[in-house]
């Protein structure tokens, strides 16, 4: 299961049978064209609208702050880190589908509404305040809780939910953005500089704001034991989100720039605050976890006294993968990132057949965690 190369990455893997892997493999294909092909045909319709050109700008505006925004959401996640796959999902699912089915029936609504009332404006205005909130949130909801209910081994509490909402948001934001930025280039107004610092630096979380409290309430119905607990969190955070979403965009419409500005200082910004101090909080709670489920294996000689108290405090990980870095270089920077990894794994599994959520391969996945851990080890001693 394990590499012989001393100096190759050590990871944990339990593969599947060849025929579930296989039928995996092909499922995986098949929704990665549908997306594709989704994505492709809201660019073009996009590009219907502004032109190749507005299209092109609107793709390079959007997509340039892309990386720092995903590297500052990825930076709260520093227990336990989330498979890159499932974070790839949950950016392109956003960045995709989610917003392909937010046109196609954001548009629908709009001129329904604006056809049975006879105006234009109050189909927009409809549209705006209270179809968009409603189906995007929804839209970027579903990625959300295919995680929550297929992969509950990844989908551990608080932080997990606050990064994948953020990832799906950033994606469903960037595509969104193409379209304000390629339509602002060659408008009259404020122009392409005055949408990118709107939407580009004023607000660029606003829609991994917004889906983040559906993923807070999935990560507390997680974490707690309770069913109703279980059942109304989820449906509470999703409520939420849609209510945040619609007040964002009915103070421009109804009221404005002024409307915009009172609301982005009196309830956005303060909301923002609020999930930083719920992050600090679940960054806390899972630092404990790991304190928990990792003291056995101090005093069973697993980890030294040094190594436990490390593991534990996001600050001590950092000087733990410094110190590795100064003694061996990159080679043992990685290794040293790959211990707590691991160790974390291991801590959040037993949490998880502590809490009753178990697997069939659990005895497994314990002994492959430990086996992975006195290697890495090895190496880094």
Wanted: glycine content about 10%; hydrophobic content about 55%.
């Amino acid at each position: 299961m394990y590499p012989q190369d001393p100096n190759a990455p050590i990871v944990v893997s339990l593969k599947p049978s060849g025929h579930r892997s296989a039928f995996k493999i092909v499922l995986s294909v098949i929704a990665i064209l549908i997306a594709m092909l989704l994505g492709l045909i809201v660019l073009l319709l996009i590009g219907f609208e502004t032109g190749p050109v507005g299209l092109l700008i609107g793709m390079v505006a959007a997509t340039l702050p892309v990386p720092v925004y995903v590297g500052l959401a990825l930076w709260i996640d520093r227990y336990e880190s989330e498979p890159l796959w499932m974070l790839a999902t949950a950016f392109f699912w956003g960045a995709l589908v989610a917003v392909f089915i937010a046109f196609l029936f954001n548009t629908a609504s709009s001129v329904m509404v604006a056809v049975v009332t006879e105006s234009q404006a109050t189909g927009e205005a409809f549209g705006a305040v209270i179809s968009a909130p409603i189906v995007e949130e929804s839209a970027k909801a579903i990625i959300l809780f295919i995680f929550f209910f297929a992969k509950r081994d990844e989908f551990d509490g608080v932080v997990d939910g606050i990064v994948y909402a953020a990832m799906v948001g950033l994606g469903f934001a960037m595509t969104e953005n193409i379209q304000y930025y390629g339509r602002a280039a060659f408008s009259e107004g404020p122009g392409l500089t005055g949408v990118f610092i709107l939407r580009g630096t004023l607000a660029p979380f606003s829609h991994p704001l917004f889906t983040s409290l559906t993923g807070i309430g999935l990560g507390l119905a997680r974490q707690s034991k309770n069913t109703f607990v279980k059942l109304i969190l989820p449906i509470l955070g999703f409520t939420m989100a849609i209510a945040l979403h619609s007040t964002w965009n009915g103070s421009i419409v109804i009221f404005g720039g002024a409307g915009f500005l009172v609301t982005y200082v009196l309830i956005m910004v303060p909301a923002f605050a609020i999930i930083l101090v719920i992050v600090i909080f679940a960054l806390r709670r899972e630092g404990q976890i790991v304190r928990q489920f990792l003291v056995a294996d101090m005093h069973g000689g697993v980890f030294t006294v040094d190594e436990y108290n490390r593991l534990c405090t996001i600050t001590g990980r950092m000087g733990a993968n410094f110190n590795a870095f100064t003694r061996g270089g990159w080679g043992h920077w990685r290794a040293s990132r790959q211990f707590h990894q691991t160790a974390s794994e291991l801590a959040f599994h037993r949490s998880r057949i502590a809490r009753g959520i178990s697997s069939a391969d659990a005895q497994e996945r314990e002994a492959a965690y430990q086996m992975a851990l006195r290697d890495l080890l090895q190496r880094l001693r």
